[in-house]
């Protein structure tokens, strides 16, 4: 039996998020490479700005530009359907939300296997 790759979908906070970074950045990519639960922070990058590794799992895409999973990431959250959302406070330097004060995470629900 092949499973489906878990669900990702965003909020409409994070979806206006990602069409303002659009605006400034152009397209953009986010991968998320580690975290065990809600609250998890996906890096936001110009699209190409972060090379997927060989293990990486494509998710689908939120507002337009992909997201992608570490494999061993992936094989912890399998059976999770997760929500990009965004909420106040300064996540990591490198995503591209930083400087707005505000930082993208990740919720997430169980799915029935």
Same mark, same amino acid.
């Given at each position: +039996?092949?499973?489906?790759?878990?669900? /990702?979908?965003?909020? =409409?906070?994070?979806l206006?998020?990602?069409?303002?970074?659009?605006?400034?950045?152009? =397209?953009? +990519?986010?991968?998320?490479? %580690? !975290?065990?639960?809600?609250?998890?922070?996906? +890096?936001?990058?110009?699209? !190409?700005?972060?090379? /997927?590794?060989?293990?990486?799992?494509?998710?689908?895409?939120?507002?337009?530009?992909?997201?992608? /999973?570490? !494999?061993?990431?992936?094989?912890?959250?399998?059976h999770?359907?997760?929500?990009?959302?965004?909420?106040? %406070?300064?996540?990591? %330097?490198?995503?591209?939300e930083?400087?707005?004060?505000?930082?993208?995470? /990740?919720?997430?629900?169980?799915?029935?296997?």
């Amino acid at each position: +039996m092949t499973e489906s790759p878990p669900a /990702i979908s965003a909020t =409409p906070a994070a979806l206006a998020l990602i069409a303002a970074l659009e605006q400034q950045h152009g =397209p953009l +990519m986010f991968h998320q490479s %580690g !975290g065990c639960c809600d609250g998890s922070a996906p +890096m936001c990058y110009p699209a !190409g700005e972060f090379k /997927i590794g060989a293990r990486d799992v494509l998710l689908g895409q939120v507002g337009g530009a992909p997201f992608y /999973i570490g !494999g061993d990431q992936y094989e912890r959250w399998r059976h999770t359907r997760l929500t990009l959302d965004v909420v106040r %406070g300064r996540g990591s %330097g490198f995503s591209l939300e930083a400087p707005e004060g505000v930082r993208f995470l /990740i919720r997430s629900d169980v799915c029935a296997v």
